[in-house]
């Protein structure tokens, strides 16, 4: 059994330079969302009186799978994250965060759809990483009354970030269109290496460093008892990922380009949705230490995906209610969850896990996004095609009661390190 190691509290340095490091991430990896819509302007040939598979520029298959490439990419992370339990976080997440970002920057210059495609998928790989890793950091870094606290902030950074995204691009003209928003990810990449500094590799990690005997390095490799655990959590983050995919990656191209939104009117509804963002994390973190992680994950899921029903339930105020909602359900579902990936894994695989829970989640987005670009085309229609994707993820998070409970527990208890396996 390893030691607790040195605990921090929840607003330490390190786990502030964490948070900012997820804001970066955030800022980027949103970035396609908040300019879909513009992208497929740009690349497309926009069409107002025809079906809605065309009147975004694109047929809706066409950015479907172009996002789920993306997504896709993202698998890459796993052996990132993975190799973090080696190399130690900081110097990964560093490295992932810093290239991400410049490769964001890179798709400022995309000379068609595809290129575009191909430039940020690229980049998400290594922003996936960055933000699985400051929840690990959070998590090594905090005792038991802490760590919901903590992975609750680096959540909260994440979501500023995004919604940075959204008010950047309402403030650059609109002339520059997504090409200015991408080229603005400049900045925080030249605020890496400030965060750098307030950063230091975890007491777990460098401890394990000391006492656990040298082993061969796997590509995703997983102790034989921990199996059953991750795969359950894998196909749980899956089903997330199946519905949150395609529910906020479409919302933009959907506000304005389908239910004729002003950009205006969509920063408006991200502006409503930060405080309410921010109460969900609390009401999450709270329920978490409180009721238990299992349950509180589990409630939360099923809230996120009935969101997604009334978000593209076809009227912009059902837009506004459900995006809300999914705002405050996926706030509470990050620190329950997020806890609990961590409190299952010891330190020795905790990064590893989190690339396979990561992986898992973009697997889910990828097949959400595909599923839901062929049934609007199908539908010709966006609500019959949200019902179809959100309806089983409700029913699915009935899984999450045959997850360990681990509140109230203290890592090297929740997950001592086993025996080579």
Known sequence: MTSPGR?????HPAILAATGLSMASGFASFGVTAAL???ATAFGQPDPEGSIAVMAGLPGTTVGLGLAVIRLASLAALP??????RA?????ILWCCAVGLAMTVCTAASPSFWWFVALFALARPLLSATNALAAVIA???TRSVDRSKAIALVTAGYAFGAGLTAMVRLVIPEAYGFRGLFAMVAVPLLLVPLLGRSLRESSQFTELQVTAPPTRPRL???HRDLRGRLGLLCVLHLGYGFVTGPVTTNLFLYGESILGMSSEAMAAIFVAAAPTGLLGLVVGRWAADRFGRRISAGIAMSATAAAGIVTYGGAPLGLAVGYVAGIVAGAAYAPAAGALDAELFPTSQRGTAAGWITASNIVGAVLGLVAFGLL???YEAFPPAAVTIAVPVILLAALYTRVPETRGMEL????PELPAG
């Open 37 to 39: 819509g513009d992208v």
């Open 139 to 141: 998590a090594e870094e």
């Open 376 to 378: 609007v085309d199908a």
């Open 412 to 415: 090297h208890e929740s997950a």
């Open 220 to 222: 995703g490799g997983i």
């Open 88 to 92: 130690g976080r900081r110097r990964v």
């Open 7 to 11: 605990t921090r509290g929840w607003l």
């Open 80 to 85: 990132l994250a993975g190799l973090a339990d």
